[in-house]
DNA sequence: GTATGTGCAAATCATTTGCATTCTC
DNA sequence: GAGAATGCAAATGATTTGCACATAC
């Protein structure tokens, strides 16, 4: 909509596009409607919901395709796997990437969103205010390795 | 091994039968082996490691029971889901808990563990120090929101 | 034209459920 | 003895794969 969010998104393509040609892999059809889904997708979404997304809107995609374009996305960088305990596997763009958080309920498994402070003690106050009894936490780095970025120098 | 080791196993099965007994549920055969096999589980596990280590040292329960025990534990307080974005559930102790954090890799999806600090900023050096490439970072907490709170009170 | 991408149907794999049987309280 | 727990086999649901056909370069 805004014009910084078109200019992202038309970033994010570029990039996608440019990890093809690296990889000797083609721009085809497939690809650019579930490159186009994903842009369009709010905050974190499962595969399954971005396949039955793209079957409902009659979109001329298999599933299968977007699970395996979706995987093509996440080597390139588009979009990344978030850490949710979940048996499904969430995505989110990579493009809307803010330090943001999430407090998840062992019971009933609903998330608390909260916006990004500096440390993690800020954090706290916030989450018992809302009377979220805090059990633990895990800070979770996503990133490339060492061996993994050796392997990309090639 | 060490006494306080043992001590803390004695403390988390008195919680658990605490728990049984508080929700009118039983101690079974069934749920004496998975806690056991729980409590001599290091780190993180998946639901079928668990089970197919049960299966396989021939022990008196099915995989179904392992994971409907599992669930129980889980709804006890006993061990808790980590925020893994894997296909599999994974769980871990809640006794051995000290906040400890995780950086994974999105392409090859390893993990490096790292201890505990005070800051997030603290993380960065540590992580970059091992060639570890942060693209961003997510701080999960988990606990038992106000809703649940409000149910267990029941 | 050739190698890659795609859909379809079928295979997998972890997890869950129905139900008859067995066990705990 | 009644209500729970369990095993078994079968169901489910997400994800993946084999393969013949279609398409991008």
Redesign the pocket.
């Known amino acids: 909509m805004s014009k910084v969010n078109t200019q992202m998104i038309d970033e994010e393509r570029a990039k996608f596009l440019r990890y093809l040609t690296k990889a ?8 650019e409607i579930v490159f186009d889904q994903v842009m369009r997708a709010h905050g974190h979404f ?3 919901e971005l396949a039955r997304g793209c079957l409902e809107k009659k979109l ?6 977007v ?3 979706l ?1 093509d996305l996440l080597e390139a960088g588009v979009i990344r796997e978030t850490a949710f305990g979940d ?3 969430h995505f989110e763009h990579v493009y809307d990437e803010k330090p943001h958080h999430h407090a998840q309920c062992i019971r009933c498994h609903r998330f608390i969103e909260f916006p990004d402070r500096k440390e993690d003690e800020v954090y706290h106050p916030y989450l018992e205010k809302q009377g979220f009894k805090i059990l633990g936490h895990e800070m979770h780095f996503y990133g490339v390795c060492r061996k993994c970025q050796d392997k990309e120098g090639l």
């Not at 000797?24 to 690809?31: D, E, F, L, N, P």
């Not at 001329?60 to 395709?65: C, M």
């Open positions: 000797g892999r083609r721009v085809s059809h497939g690809r499962t595969a399954e001329k995609v298999s599933r299968p395709t699970y395996r374009v995987y048996k499904h596997r």
